[in-house]
């Protein structure tokens, strides 16, 4: 499921970009990290929903034809997990997502590994003294 969360991820960021600007240079460069978490049911939803995450299967298995096949459906209510609000959600008047610039979902990042701590305590947020530890090892973070 988080594959083909994945890939309409992708399908509504590509959508998203304007007309004549380079997809393929925005992605060519850096490393890219994925930090969504998938559909499921056990994923969260804003609480006035009335149904959350549905998976059906349509077909799944061997065809009478001999070959192999399957296809699902699936259906979530939009404010759950991990996802995008557009500007106009709350502000009438103001854009949707698909006028957002790709270039305004992506940028630069720094990776501070509190991993060993998260382990810890599953609740653990990262500290000032954590920023403070990765900057006297590797330097400042930029600005931005």
Known sequence: MKRIFFFISICIIIASCKQNENVTSVFADGKWIDLSYDFSPAT??????????????????????????????????????????????????????????????TGNAV?????????QNRDYLISVDDITAYENEHGKIPEG
Not at 62 to 88: C, I, M, N, Q, R
């Open 44 to 105: 969260l939803y804003w609480p006035n929903n009335p149904t959350g995450f549905r998976l059906d299967t349509i077909a799944e298995g061997v065809t009478p034809a001999g070959f192999y096949y399957s296809t699902y459906a699936f259906s979530a209510p939009e404010h759950g997990g991990t996802h995008l609000d557009a500007p106009k959600h709350f502000a009438q008047g103001h854009i949707g997502i698909d006028k957002i610039p790709l270039t305004s979902l």
């Open 111 to 119: 990776v501070i590994d509190v991993s060993a701590k998260a382990l």
